[in-house]
């Protein structure tokens, strides 16, 4: 399978959300749901299923249908955040600041915006 990059420049193909949903693996998926759920709002294995970030008629991650970045980049038009000409804009600072997932989204869409 091709290389999925999200909105906000994980990977998605590499996300284990949708790898366990490409594989069937709902039992992977309750163990995800749990690790997930730590500290933060609970997840049910359905809502772990997923098709990717950029799918636009399939299963889509419960916290991802909710996420501001991935429906502003998809009413823009732009492959990923870094595409945009607003790149750095308040919801990238507001995720950016999430500890070191925020850090790792900015390293990806940082990389990602340097090879434009």
């Known amino acids: 399978m091709d290389k999925m990059v999200a909105y906000c420049g ?3 193909t590499e996300c284990p959300a949708f ?4 594989n069937n693996d709902m039992e992977a ?16 294995p359905e809502d772990m299923l997923c098709d990717g970030c950029l799918a636009t008629d399939g299963r889509l991650f419960k916290w991802c249908q909710e996420c501001e970045l991935r ?7 732009v492959a990923t955040c870094a595409h945009c000409p607003d790149y750095g804009c308040g919801k990238l600072q507001k995720v ?21």
């Open 29 to 44: 998926l309750a163990v995800l749901a749990v690790e997930w759920s730590a500290g933060g709002p609970a997840f049910a």
């Open 19 to 22: 790898m366990g949903t490409q």
């Open 10 to 12: 994980l990977v998605c």
């Open 71 to 77: 429906s502003c980049a998809s009413e823009r038009g």
């Open 96 to 116: 950016f600041a999430m500890g070191e997932m925020g850090q790792i989204i900015k390293q990806q869409l940082d990389a990602i915006r340097a090879e434009l």
